[in-house]
């Protein structure tokens, strides 16, 4: 199997039959984004839901605002038709418990609420999503059939 990796605050894209694969998402969000038609797909490991609050941007993967954004220019690049791109999203857990969770705590909820706004605003139908819980996932997107595979410690094996 051709599998790309896709590391943290990272993103790939790739035509079938490779895959795209990301561990370790926790409170992150993993945002995959295809063409059945043209059979690619990318895939944006967001680790923060915006830009605007860094001092700097170096690495627009790392936010949902501009790594999604950086996901469809890679993905036209290879000649999709923006119209008719589909995402799906895993992760955004909330992996450790304090008391009185503030804002700040809650961040894979927060990256989750911020990846599904900068969906809309693209206009971007999203249309499968395993997110939440306490739980760690490790994903492998396909851009053959758009299905995507998770893993999960305790949880067992899905496809959304």
Request: contains cysteine; proline residues 2%.
């Amino acid at each position: 199997m051709d599998l790309i990796k896709v590391g943290m605050a990272d993103l790939a894209v790739c035509k079938a039959p490779q895959k795209l694969i990301t561990t370790g998402l926790g409170s992150c969000v993993g945002v995959c984004l295809y063409d059945l038609e043209k059979k690619v797909g990318g895939l944006a490991h967001i680790m923060l839901p915006d830009s605007t609050q860094a001092k700097s941007v170096q690495n627009v993967a790392k936010y949902a605002d501009t790594g999604i954004v950086a996901t469809i220019e890679k993905l036209m690049a290879l000649g999709v038709d923006r119209s008719r791109i589909l995402a799906k999203i895993a992760g955004g857990a909330q992996m450790f418990n304090f008391a009185g969770t503030s804002n700040i705590m809650r961040i894979g909820e927060r990256n989750v609420e911020a990846v599904k706004k900068q969906l809309e605003q693209l206009k971007i139908k999203l249309v499968a999503e395993d997110t939440g819980g306490n739980f760690g996932r490790t994903i492998i997107f396909d851009p053959q059939n758009g299905q995507l595979h998770i893993r999960t410690i305790n949880q067992g094996e899905k496809t959304i």
